[in-house]
């Protein structure tokens, strides 16, 4: 497996973002992905396990209209490209999407925060007027509770009723978990 840091020497970083359909679909997405992840493990091939989960976006119509690329104008006046380079999906229901992301000012990779994925997914929704989007962030599963919160709220205030409930990426089981299951563990 390669780090980040690898991925950026080369020009690039991947994450991956799950586009769902609906809230109701999301525990559904959350296993089909880590049915997923876990046959990409098994035949060594890492497009779907190398990268970093990002968090689920929840747009009945971005599964379907998912766009070849974002690109976003940072505060810096950097300008950042997020292209999708590979897609697998339940048609209509929920896609996952590898993001590649680089500066184009630079052509360094880049590491998408939550905001940054935010921003660029609003930028999108906003040729369609009628569309409001919801985003599950993901968190790695050991990331303490407190420091999760934290982030939950700062999300909130930045994105007023766009953050919905998180998600807890285990890198290493390839198990997305949402935070209702979390707390059953």
Not at 98 to 112: K, Y
Not at 141 to 146: A, G
Request: glycine share 6%; with cysteine.
């Amino acid at each position: 497996m390669r780090t980040n840091a690898e991925e950026a020497r080369d020009g690039k970083v991947t994450s991956l973002l799950l586009f769902v359909r609906r809230a109701g679909d999301l525990a559904r997405a959350c296993r089909d992905a880590e049915e997923l992840f876990a046959s990409r493990r098994y035949h060594r091939d890492g497009s779907f396990t190398n990268g970093r989960v990002l968090g689920a976006w929840i747009d009945e119509h971005a599964v379907t209209e998912l766009p070849q690329g974002l690109t976003l104008r940072l505060p810096s006046n950097q300008t950042v490209l997020l292209a999708v380079r590979e897609t697998f999906a339940l048609w209509g229901i929920w896609t996952v999407a590898l993001i590649e992301s680089v500066c184009l000012e630079t052509r360094a990779g880049m590491e998408l925060s939550h905001d940054i994925v935010l921003d660029a997914l609003i930028a999108f929704e906003q040729s369609d007027t009628g569309r409001v989007g919801r985003y599950s962030p993901a968190f790695v599963r050991d990331m303490p509770k407190k420091q999760v919160g934290a982030e939950i709220k700062r999300l909130n205030a930045h994105y007023p009723f766009r953050i919905a409930w998180p998600i807890y990426y285990d890198s290493v089981a390839g198990r997305l978990i949402l935070q209702n299951e979390q707390l059953r563990h």
